[in-house]
């Protein structure tokens, strides 16, 4: 709307002058309302990051889940306070009991490596039947 059809929209300068006062408190009180809206929203996210830990069901064993959970705990703790005696020795627990746990699966998975294919087909095929060497 420009100036001219304002006009004539409205007789009195004093009208006019109501009419743009009141538009412009609504733009005020609608721009606030967004702003305090847009600071819950991020307040939230940050509250659901912090505190919901993503849970995905890797094969994980129960120990390493624990341990990372824990872990996850006292790193968001640190961030925020100095950590007690007690968390620290927690914390280095936790770390070796993961490092033990990846030790395990590399010892696994290096047996399992110095096997030929056709000698572990033999061995479930000689267990499936009964027989064992």
Known sequence: MNIDEMSEQFEKLA???????AQTKTIIDLTKKLRSAEEQVKHLKMLVE??????????????EKIS?????????K???????????????????????LKNN???NTETTKDFKTEDLLAL????????SK
């Open 68 to 76: 990372r959970q824990q872990l996850y705990y006292m790193k968001i």
């Open 15 to 21: 009208e006019m002058k109501a009419y743009s006062e």
């Open 105 to 107: 699966n590399k010892n």
């Open 124 to 131: 479930v095929s000689n267990e499936a039947n009964g027989e």
């Open 50 to 63: 912090n505190t919901v830990p993503v849970t995905i069901d890797d094969g994980a064993s129960d120990e």
């Open 78 to 100: 640190s961030e925020k306070e100095e950590l007690t005696l007690e968390e620290t020795k927690r914390v280095e627990i936790y770390t070796k009991i993961l490092a033990q």
